[in-house]
């Protein structure tokens, strides 16, 4: 068997495999560093593509012996797996391969996790499991038995005989390996139970490790709400007999799908209001729901190939954020997304990495779980959602459903749903799905005799292999507010579809304020020149949540952008408005703390490079920190005053309001800090009674630098916890000093507690430092030279988390000719590493450009 020589491949190569999958059974008989898989698998000729070769994919498997219609064959050992001559006929394959669990750190196909058998296949990890066709267009029932002394031994679907040694399992839903997951282990369970809308009872289960079980409750009443919203929403019933969920302490991402069986990365299931914050809870919440969700969209309706991972990723999502605004609040989780969007999506889409929704190729597709592929991907959904409206969304949805339950479908498939459904033509809609980059709006408009003209050009610049781009068809939502703030026009849906348009607004008394891209109705960079005080007022008046918050972070980043550029001090019109917002206690404390929330170091970088100006790392990092301390001391009775009011009284509950409450009490703890040298965060650090305050006292510490007692006290309370030691890691690094930051990332590196074997450790540290601004950007080069050094260590070990991390590095042509040029010598350096991965020299390479 040889490794698959780095290719690409192209969506336009898509054939259909040549047989189809009729019964798969398997099993497994486990050993920690020789497990044995035997597999019996039942193949049809497929008339719809016939006359191919017979391949099956295969990686790090050790061939015990194949058989075919009961005989010996000796398969021959091709690039990425096996050839076999096969009947002309219905043919049973039988194989026993041996594989490693214990030596695979890439934790992909059958690995160990503390001791923990758990698998972790998609995208393409279950050819590390055994022989088979792993492509998501193949669907099969699969039956397991699995064979060792493990105490609790899980596959996908229904429970089957088990005893002594050996527990077997059915998932009669056809399913492609993607979806595959075994778990075995010294685990426990928190069981609950869930009676469907039709009345069929699910037996439910969170496993966790002996030690864990107080930390499930929160994560089961979240599957719970899931099940029963999927239903009164989406009509969407559960079906099987009972739903596992399992956190695993080491695993690349945050969740997995697998059919009846999700996977978790512990930090994103286990949660206690001592361990966890309210950011935490919501997260929390929210992937539960994401991964149950999936089993419609995903597991019952699949992608036809790994190009069409949006089809399944990008609806998910969508799905999800319904859920968590109907669960919490609307607004404020379309600001929250809208912060990620911008700071991780735009930042993608405008550099080295850009590709569409819908990547037409790949190397590696592990490399393609990003930004653009969710988060864009589910923007997509909800501009479709605007396109026909809420009615039309519903029914188009049940067509889906109804039509390609069990399929594997892709793009096109899903855009003809909604045409027939709404009778619309979406060929222009489709060139989201192609093109790659934000499209820039610029707006100006006219007021003459009673008409308002708002003229709106559109534009999106070249990304990578795409140098012109046709216009898209764009919802915009605008609403009209006349000079005393009252609405004139309500929320109107504006479709663009021209590169310049303009749209008449007739019969007003006097020229209107517009509130434009309401609800941020589509994922594009709105430039439209307004005056400060009109920001204010909007800020102010507008009867959009969204683009009131909208107003106040444009008026902070006028602010910030002129203190960047020539020293400017903070203006009065941002620190009034603002102040006027936050003392005013009719207002949603949520918002409140949003809005004195303030942009990222990296979304001002990227706005600056936006404008063609370099942008300087501490220039910005010390901005930041004059408007922090200038704020303090404007709004100092003020945020003492909201500190009081908003302690949560109540014994804690991760709910939106007390989430809200302390928010914003601790926003108004972090601007006393700068006034009292840490006394009041200091007294919060030793009073806290759960996560929330904890950690927010001792950033604030940290930041002022006066948290050496707390850090050390944090490690003495906390360091049985590996998930609240990843909090201790980070927060050192991504609250130090700039020039210290790379120093302390280092010596955290030697700390007993590092290991880079666990991929939550180790973003903790190295990808805590990547996310720290000027301290990565330091003059010295220092923070990319050690990101670098631990790039090289961990991509043998685990090529997915490696890759993942190498974004870190995507933004360096905004940078000046220095930072550019040790950049490049590190990525360099990486691409230079003996047998680098696949994985990672996709990546190094696109950013390399
Ligand atoms: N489907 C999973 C989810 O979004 C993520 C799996 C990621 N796997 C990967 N190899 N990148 O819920
Ligand atoms: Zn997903």
Redesign the pocket.
């Known amino acids: 068997m040889k490794d698959a020589a780095p290719q690409t491949i192209y969506l336009k190569d898509y054939t259909p495999f040549g047989w189809r999958v009729e019964s798969v059974y398997l099993t497994f008989r486990l050993a920690a560093s020789a497990t044995r898989v035997l597999s019996k698998i039942r193949f049809a000729p497929n008339p719809d593509a016939p006359d191919q070769r017979f391949f099956l994919h295969g990686e790090n498997l050790d061939p015990i012996s194949t058989r075919i219609d009961g005989s010996e064959t000796t398969p021959r050992a091709v690039a990425g797996g096996i050839e076999l001559d096969v009947p002309d006929a219905p043919f049973t394959f039988e194989a026993e391969v041996e594989i490693n669990p214990a030596a695979n750190t890439a934790l ?1 196909g059958l690995y160990m996790s503390n001791g923990m058998y758990c698998t ?1 296949c ?2 393409e ?1 279950f050819r590390k499991i055994t022989w088979y066709p792993d492509r998501p267009d193949v669907m099969a029932p699969f039956s397991v038995r699995i064979e060792g002394s493990e105490p609790v031994m899980l596959s996908n679907g229904n429970p089957g005989a088990s005893g002594d040694g050996f527990a077997d399992w059915h998932d009669p839903w056809p399913k492609p390996a993607y979806l595959f997951a075994l778990v075995a282990g010294d685990l426990v369970t928190h069981p609950d139970s869930f009676t469907t809308a039709s009345g069929k009872q699910v037996e439910l289960n969170v496993w966790v490790r002996p030690g864990d079980e107080g930390k499930c409750a929160f994560g089961m009443e979240a599957l719970k709400k899931s099940m029963a919203w999927d239903e009164a929403t989406y009509g969407r019933e559960y079906d099987l007999d009972v739903f596992n969920i399992v956190a695993v302490d080491d695993f ?6 697998n059919k009846g069986l999700n996977i978790f990365n512990s930090s994103c299931v286990l949660a206690s209001p001592e361990t966890s914050t309210d950011a935490n809870f919501e997260r929390i919440e929210a ?1 539960i729901a ?2 149950y969700f ?1 089993n419609w969209t ?1 597991n019952r309706i699949t992608c036809r190939d790994w190009f069409q991972l949006c089809l ?2 990008g609806l ?1 999502v969508f799905r999800d954020a319904q859920f968590t605004a109907d669960m919490r609040s609307a607004p404020v989780k379309r600001i929250e997304d809208v912060i990620m969007l911008r700071g991780r999506q735009f930042r993608e889409d405008n550099g080295p990495l850009a590709h569409p929704v819908r990547p037409d190729s790949f190397v590696e ?2 490399n393609f ?1 990003t930004a653009t592929v ?1 988060e864009k991907g589910a923007e997509l959904i909800g501009m479709l959602k605007t396109l026909v409206g809420h009615d039309a969304y519903y029914r188009a949805l049940d067509l889906y459903f109804d039509r390609h339950d069990g399929d594997a479908a892709t793009i096109e498939d899903w855009l003809t749903v909604f045409e027939d459904a709404t009778g619309r033509d979406l060929s222009q809609f489709k060139r989201w799905y192609d093109q790659a980059g934000t499209p820039r709006l610029s707006v100006t408009d006219d007021f003459k005799d009673g008409t308002y003209i708002l003229n709106i050009k559109q534009e999106t610049p070249a990304t990578p292999g795409q140098t012109r781009k046709a216009p898209r068809i764009i919802p915009i939502a605008v609403g009209l507010l006349n000079p005393n703030g009252d609405e004139v026009q309500p929320t109107t849906i504006l479709e663009m579809t021209e590169a310049e348009q303009s749209f008449t607004f007739e019969g007003l008394a006097s020229k209107p304020v517009p509130s434009i891209l309401r609800d941020f109705s589509a994922p594009v960079i709105l430039e439209h020149e307004v005056s400060n005080a009109t920001r204010a007022f909007l800020l102010a008046h507008d009867t959009d949540p969204f683009n009131r918050w909208q107003a106040g972070r444009d008026l902070a980043l006028d602010t910030l952008l002129n203190m960047i550029r020539d020293g400017a001090v903070p203006g009065t019109d941002y620190l009034d408005a603002l102040h006027t917002l936050i003392r005013d206690d009719t207002q949603d404390p949520a918002f409140r703390a949003l809005a004195l929330g303030l942009p990222s170091q990296d979304e001002l970088a990227q706005m600056l490079h936006d404008h063609c100006e370099t942008p300087d790392p501490q220039a910005i990092w010390e901005a930041l920190e004059t408007l922090k301390q200038v704020r303090a001391e404007a709004y100092q009775d003020t945020a003492t005053r909201l500190y009081a009011r908003y302690q949560v009284t109540e014994p804690f509950a991760p709910t939106a309001e007390q989430s809200a409450a302390r928010s914003l009490a601790n926003a108004a703890m972090s601007m006393l800090n700068r006034l009292d040298g840490g006394a009041l965060a200091q007294k919060q650090f030793d009073d806290a009674d759960n996560m929330t305050q904890q950690l927010a006292a001792l950033s604030a510490l940290i930041a002022a630098d006066k948290g050496e007692t707390a850090v050390a006290r944090f490690y003495q309370q906390w360091r049985h916890d590996r998930l609240v030691i990843d909090k201790w890691f980070s927060a050192q690094i991504v609250h130090a000093r700039p020039e210290d930051a790379a120093a302390i990332a280092k010596t955290l590196t030697q700390h007993p507690d590092f290991t880079m074997k666990n991929p939550n450790r180790f973003r903790a540290t190295l990808g805590a430092l990547a996310m720290s601004g000027a301290g990565f950007h330091h003059a010295s080069g220092d923070g990319y030279d050690l990101l670098a050094d631990w790039l090289i260590k961990l991509d043998p070990l685990n090529p ?1 988390t490696t890759a993942r991390m190498c974004t870190a590095f995507e933004t360096w042509k905004r940078y000046d000719t220095d930072r550019q040029a040790k950049i490049e010598t590190q990525l360099h350096r990486i691409l230079a590493a003996p047998d680098l991965s696949r994985d990672t020299t996709e990546m190094i390479t696109r950013i390399l450009g």
Do not use: D
């Open positions: 992909e972790q998609e995208a990890g690349n991402m945050g969740a997995m799908e992937i994401h991964e999936h995903g399944k990723e998910t597709i592990n779980y969710y997915q």
